[in-house]
């Protein structure tokens, strides 16, 4: 009889599965107009530095930048060298088949190259995942893991359930297994990504893996529940929610910054128009509060989708000014559409319409 991972299909996970098919098939109409080879780089850092700093790699996103373009990086030796290793892995992940044991370990290989004894291979001795001074999980015995690993392959080659919920499960058991010494947190992510792009291959570019390091303690308690409750459901829910945050932010348009350009006026027109008023300075104001009008409601899109979005970051997503956005929550606060909950560090935004 094969291996069967045990997991149940919830309907939150369809509702998932659903969404997110929809959302990608809509971004993947979208690819040729709008993506960028310079878009996808971003986020292919994004990518890296996500998955990085949830192993405690402290480097920068202009770090790993800087380190992409063989830029001199004062940092510690063994995090750079975790960021070129995972610049060459993500560099080649797409030649590797998800269910094919040799490409599996050859990425371990790559992302683990001078940080561990063994690259490659699988662990000789036990291993724990460790919150502190307990221990959380203890993983299967050494002597297992090669069975272990081949069924869990195997499953995944002949698996008939949709890639978003196989990658998910796939992924929860890699990390249940913990087939390596080390490097199994960073293996488990790109793993995933490497099935769904598979499946799509916009998934090459989307930085799902910088969502998780932004909920990391819930990714953690995913894990966690799921091996209490030996069902996978809960981890695979919470995956999900990440791939759709990501892809939604992947939706969003990049709008550059709206300028008016400024024409000098002979004297004496100014002078009319000061006394009088104008016709184009009053179409001016309208199309100013058509385009304040606009910006307030990608405002408030974005953070009807994350509401712990900070101004930065809203900024970022938009393509404005941070003063620009400053400016637009203060108005859409005193329409009472906004209202913020907590401080302005850990607090978060509630759309109120």
């Known amino acids: 009889m094969s291996y069967q991972p045990p997991y149940t299909i919830t309907s939150t996970i369809l509702s998932l599965v659903a969404d997110i098919s929809e959302r990608i098939g809509f971004l993947s109409a979208l690819e040729s107009a709008s993506r960028t080879l310079h878009l996808r780089r971003i986020n292919r850092i994004r990518t890296i530095h996500g998955s990085l700093a949830i192993e405690g790699n402290t480097l920068s996103e202009e770090q790993i930048t800087a380190i992409l373009e063989g830029k001199l990086v004062l940092a510690p030796l063994r995090e750079i060298q975790e960021v070129r290793n995972a610049i060459k892995a993500y560099d080649l992940f797409e030649q590797w088949q998800p269910a094919l044991e040799k490409d599996l370990l050859a990425a371990h290989e790559i992302l683990m190259t001078g940080l561990l004894d063994a690259p490659g291979r699988f662990r000789s001795g036990g291993v724990g995942v460790m919150a502190g001074d307990k221990v959380v999980h203890m993983a299967p015995p050494a002597g297992r893991v090669p069975l272990l690993m081949h069924d869990l392959i195997h499953w995944l080659a002949t698996s008939k359930d949709h890639p978003l919920i196989s990658s998910s499960v796939f992924h929860y058991?890699?990390?249940?297994?913990?087939?390596?010494?080390?490097?199994?947190?960073?293996?488990?992510?790109?793993?995933?990504?490497?099935?769904?792009?598979?499946?799509?291959?916009?998934?090459a570019h989307i930085p799902v893996e910088n969502l998780v390091h932004q909920h990391q303690q819930e990714y953690y308690a995913a894990l966690n529940n799921s091996t209490q409750q030996g069902d996978s459901a809960v981890f695979i829910e919470f995956m999900l929610t990440m791939v759709q945050k990501a892809i939604t932010a992947s939706q969003t348009p990049q709008v550059a910054p709206q300028v008016t350009p400024q024409v000098r006026l002979p004297?004496?027109?100014?002078?009319?128009?000061?006394?009088?008023?104008?016709?184009?300075?009053?179409?001016?104001?309208?199309?100013?509060?058509?385009?304040?009008?606009?910006?307030?409601?990608?405002?408030?899109?974005?953070?009807?989708?994350?509401?712990?979005?900070?101004?930065?970051?809203?900024?970022?997503?938009?393509?404005?000014?941070?003063?620009?956005?400053?400016?637009?929550?203060?108005?859409?606060?005193?329409?009472?559409?906004?209202?913020?909950?907590?401080?302005?560090k850990g607090g978060h935004w509630e759309v109120l319409d």
Do not use: C, Y
């Not at 790109?190 to 099935?195: A, F, V």
């Not at 606009?294 to 393509?319: C, D, F, P, W, Y």
């Open 173 to 203: 058991e890699f990390e249940f297994i913990h087939p390596f010494a080390d490097g199994n947190g960073r293996m488990g992510r790109l793993w995933q990504t490497l099935i769904l792009t598979k499946w799509n291959p916009l998934f």
């Open 267 to 344: 004297e004496v027109f100014a002078d009319d128009m000061s006394r009088e008023g104008s016709r184009a300075d009053k179409a001016s104001v309208k199309m100013s509060e058509k385009m304040s009008e606009k910006m307030s409601e990608k405002i408030v899109v974005a953070l009807r989708e994350n509401g712990a979005l900070t101004i930065s970051e809203i900024a970022q997503r938009l393509g404005v000014t941070t003063r620009t956005i400053e400016r637009n929550l203060k108005k859409l606060q005193e329409q009472g559409r906004l209202r913020r909950v907590g401080p302005d």
